[in-house]
């Protein structure tokens, strides 16, 4: 099993702040799988992503990434654990404003320790990946909002992880742009690629082969679904 959270519980604040923001979830996802995790907001989606991302720790239950405890791991080990397995793309895109679109890329090899001379190849092929080969050397100021976001997929992809998190990826774009997005994951998971998406959109969540939904920190429902596939007009 690539990722297996198993009876996770994640509680917020002491006495009447208290919040119980993750209830007994579990949650196991195999290689390859495209999951939307989808529900309203406030429902905990984001702290089940901060977790299953190894941006934090639960308060009770075990989370195990190809196999590893990563609950017991020390920050450091945590950092090269998510560095060589996550991916991770935002709503907001979060790439650097002064920066090109290839050096916005480069930048987890960097903390990755790639070899120099291959920054720049790697970068490239990325960026050709998702379509913005003739874009390099743009800022982000110079692109559109779902340019932005294959940029910011480029840089999620770069270090060849095994599996993306994405946060509401869609949640600043327009429909088509969006569908456009959602198509390039589906892409990326025929390459062999896992991909896990938080939405609280049903439209959205559609795209999606299984779908998890989740309800007052619990996981309310989770099966497989026939994925909707974007149709002529909006290929990636
Ligand atoms: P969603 O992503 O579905 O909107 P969240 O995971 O952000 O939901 O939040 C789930 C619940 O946990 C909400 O009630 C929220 O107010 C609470 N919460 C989230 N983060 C914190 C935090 N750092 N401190 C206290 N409460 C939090």
């Known amino acids: 099993m690539l990722l297996d959270a198993s009876h996770l519980w994640k509680v917020y604040g002491e006495g009447d702040a208290r919040v119980e923001a993750l209830r007994d979830v579990c949650l196991s996802v195999e290689a390859g799988e495209f999951v939307a995790i989808m529900g309203p907001s406030g429902s905990g989606k984001s702290t089940l992503m901060n977790l299953l991302g190894c941006l934090d720790k639960p308060t009770r239950g075990t989370y195990r990434v190809e196999g590893e ?11 090269h654990r998510r560095n060589r397995t996550l991916g991770f793309v935002f709503q907001a895109f979060n790439l650097l404003p002064r ?4 050096a916005n890329v480069q930048l987890p090899m960097l903390y990755a320790g790639v070899p120099s001379k291959e920054l720049e190849r790697r970068a490239r092929a990325a960026l ?4 913005l ?8 100021s110079e692109l559109s909002g779902g340019q932005q976001q294959r940029v910011a997929i480029a840089r999620a992809i770069v270090n060849r992880p095994k599996v993306i998190l994405a946060d509401e990826p869609t949640g600043n774009l327009d429909s088509k742009t969006s569908a456009q997005i959602l198509e390039l994951f589906q892409q990326l998971r025929d390459e062999g690629l896992t991909i896990l998406y938080v939405t609280h959109e049903p439209d959205v969540a559609e795209y999606a082969s299984r779908l998890v939904v989740v309800k007052d ?10 994925p909707k596939q974007a149709g002529p007009g909006v290929a990636a």
């Open 69 to 79: 405890d990563v609950s017991r791991l020390s920050a450091t080990d945590l950092a």
């Open 128 to 131: 050709e990946r998702v379509g």
């Open 217 to 226: 920190g619990r996981i309310a429902q989770d099966g497989p679904q026939t």
């Open 133 to 140: 080969g003739d874009r390099l050397s743009h800022l982000p």
């Open 99 to 102: 920066t090109s679109a290839l």
